[in-house]
Structures are given as structure tokens and as C-alpha cells.
């Protein structure tokens, strides 16, 4: 049983196509046992309405920072809207920040089709 589905926006299909593959393995592994158990150790709520997922992965933290999508009717959707390397022990504000104008962007977008 999966509790959601994830897509990705371009920039956080962009950042996995710049890893190696077993990385990128790893987190597409990560991402579908997220799917599949709603572990928090591998998708936590960051703050209102951007959660990330957490991968840690040779000696790496990286991190796609996600929002949800429950407007579809159906299927509820997750959509990862970029990912980094996490240097510090917090999510950088920046990327948070990012994260929330995709977020916009992507209902904006959506309505008008």
C-alpha cells in the first residue's frame, strides 16, 4: 500500500541527474519506502506546508524538500520541488524559502490548465 505518489518538479529532477547513480538510487529507494511505510526518518514536515525527504547516503545529507498536493480528488500527490546537500545541522532558510515560491508557482500554474 502506498499512502502517496511523488513527482518532481524539473529542479529537483535537475539535482538528481547531477549525483551518481547508486546516490540518486538511494534516494529513489527512499523515497518509495516513504511512499510505502510514512517513516519519519525518511519524510518529515519541515514546517507548514514544506516536508523534506531525508536521505543520508556516503557520508552525504541530502534532502528534497516536498510540498503536498491533495487536490486531485484521487491520488494524493507529492511533489518534490528541489534538492540539496545538507552542510548544517538546519535546513538552510533559503532553501525553505525556495521551496515555498515552487510551491506557489506550481497552483498558479495549475489552475490556469
Given amino acids: 500500500m502506498h499512502y502517496f505518489q511523488t513527482i518532481f518538479l524539473a529542479e529537483a ?3 538528481i541527474a547531477g549525483l551518481d547513480t547508486k546516490t540518486a538510487r538511494k534516494i ?12 519519519p526518518r525518511l519524510f518529515k514536515k519541515l514546517q507548514d506546508q514544506i516536508w523534506e525527504f531525508r536521505t543520508k547516503y556516503s557520508g552525504m545529507e541530502i534532502r528534497l524538500l516536498a510540498f503536498w498536493d491533495k487536490s ?4 494524493t500527490l ?10 548544517g545541522n538546519k535546513v538552510p532558510k533559503n532553501e525553505i524559502e525556495r521551496a515555498v515560491r515552487l510551491r506557489v508557482n506550481y497552483f498558479e500554474n495549475k489552475t490556469i490548465k
Avoid at 28 to 39: C, K
Fill in 13 to 15: 529532477e535537475k539535482f
Fill in 28 to 39: 529513489f529507494f527512499n523515497i518509495d519506502l516513504a511512499e510505502q511505510t510514512n517513516d
Fill in 72 to 75: 486531485g480528488g484521487l491520488e
Fill in 78 to 87: 507529492v511533489i518534490a520541488a528541489l534538492g540539496f546537500i545538507k552542510k
